[in-house]
């Protein structure tokens, strides 16, 4: 079994050997793909903005200098989507028609339209390619689908079998699924079974910053903030990303201590800021969330939930956006979205809890109480504090 710190200094060694051989002049399109997949695992394992560039500097390269070739475009769309961009995700593969036929170019678009609320589609898409082949990412997927309609216990099922089809050597994969069971189990109050998930994953793969942050999640839910605490200052010294910065941020005002709170929760914010200056769009939620939530400047939150919505229309956009109009005391409009991500079907207790609380500003305390019970039916544990995992 290996550990994250081996495998991230397995992958760095990698990458040394292959950029090495390309400073002697030996590089050619297959070393320069190699390459380039390399440092997307590194940027896989670091989740940092700076190590994704790399990646996609070289990717970019290729595509100038061999054309556009299948595998490069399919990487491409990869880092493409991780960071929202989804309509340059539509352009790699109008470059490729094929790579739209492949198996694992249609998962892509259904990933697509499932961002894009396009929900049946997706389903339709996901169902078919298991019928063709059960593969363990479009498993995951359809279970993803499952676990946000209201079918959490299909969803466990969908992971474990995902789980049955890896190798021993794909320990990387199988703790990402234990952590999407961990936040699946959490999503329903199941804080016993999301720890029990959590340490398989922390077994799986020693040493991965992502178990910690799924075990502060569920610290939390516990209702232990110190420890929680304590241990996402952890996380945060190992991956100094601003989204962490955030919740720690968060945790710290929850535990009394606002001036530390304050520095870190503007840290996160400037990070995010620079992000966008930078034409980044993946921290417009992280940002209308900040300012809905944190820093009180729900105007600001409004704008940033807006500019989400308009990327990617989907139950979780629509709600943040409902969200920030009610903190911008914008109730009529916030009501508008967030009938609208409720008629995605999708059964959620933190949407059903804006539900709540729109429905109730806006004059209806029965529907507002309707929702807030629906909410508490699905995660008991919902008033304690919430850490996105």
């Not at 989740?47 to 556009?68: C, N």
């Not at 198996?103 to 898409?125: S, W």
């Amino acid at each position: 079994m290996i550990s994250y710190d081996e495998e991230l200094a397995k992958t760095r060694n990698d990458l040394r050997t292959l950029t090495s051989g390309l400073s002697r002049g030996l590089g050619n399109v297959v070393e320069r793909v190699r390459l380039a997949y390399r440092q997307f695992h590194l940027a896989s394992l670091t989740e940092l903005e700076a190590d994704y560039q790399v990646a996609q500097q070289t990717v970019s390269e290729l595509i100038g200098d061999f054309g556009p070739q299948e595998d490069v475009l399919l990487l491409q769309a990869n880092i493409d989507g991780r960071f929202h961009r989804l309509d340059r995700v539509k352009q790699m593969f109008a470059m490729s028609p094929q790579l739209a036929q492949r198996h694992c170019g249609r998962a892509i678009l259904a990933d697509i339209d499932f961002q894009e609320g396009r929900y049946q589609r997706a389903l339709d898409t996901f169902q078919g390619l298991i019928e063709e082949e059960r593969t363990w990412d479009v498993l995951a997927r359809l279970a993803h689908w499952n676990g946000k309609m209201g079918e959490p216990a299909a969803a466990d099922r969908l992971y474990a079998e995902a789980e049955s089809e890896l190798t021993a050597k794909e320990m990387r994969s199988f703790t990402w699924l234990e952590l999407q069971r961990a936040a699946l189990a959490l999503s329903r109050g199941q804080l016993r079974r999301s720890r029990q998930h959590c340490e398989r994953a922390a077994a799986a793969f020693p040493g991965y910053w992502r178990v910690d942050h799924c075990m502060v999640a569920v610290l939390a839910a516990e209702g232990d903030l110190l420890a929680a605490e304590s241990l996402l200052r952890g996380v945060v010294m190992r991956a100094p990303r601003p989204e962490l910065m955030q919740a720690l941020g968060e945790l710290l005002a929850a535990n009394g201590k606002p001036g530390e709170s304050a520095q870190w929760l503007e840290r996160a914010a400037s990070a995010f800021l620079t992000s966008v200056k930078n034409g980044g769009v993946h921290y417009y939620h992280h940002l209308a969330d900040l300012y809905a939530d944190s820093l009180d400047r729900p105007e600001e939150a409004v704008h940033w939930a807006r500019l989400d919505v308009a990327l990617r229309s989907n139950f979780t956009t629509q709600s943040a956006l409902a969200w920030a109009l009610y903190q911008n005391a914008q109730i009529q409009e916030g009501v508008k979205w967030i009938e609208m991500a409720l008629a995605s079907g999708v059964q959620d207790a933190s949407v059903f809890g804006t539900a709540a609380e729109l429905f109730r500003a806006a004059g209806d305390a029965e529907l507002g109480h309707q929702y807030e019970r629906l909410a508490t039916r699905i995660n008991p544990s919902g008033k304690q504090f919430h850490l996105h995992i």
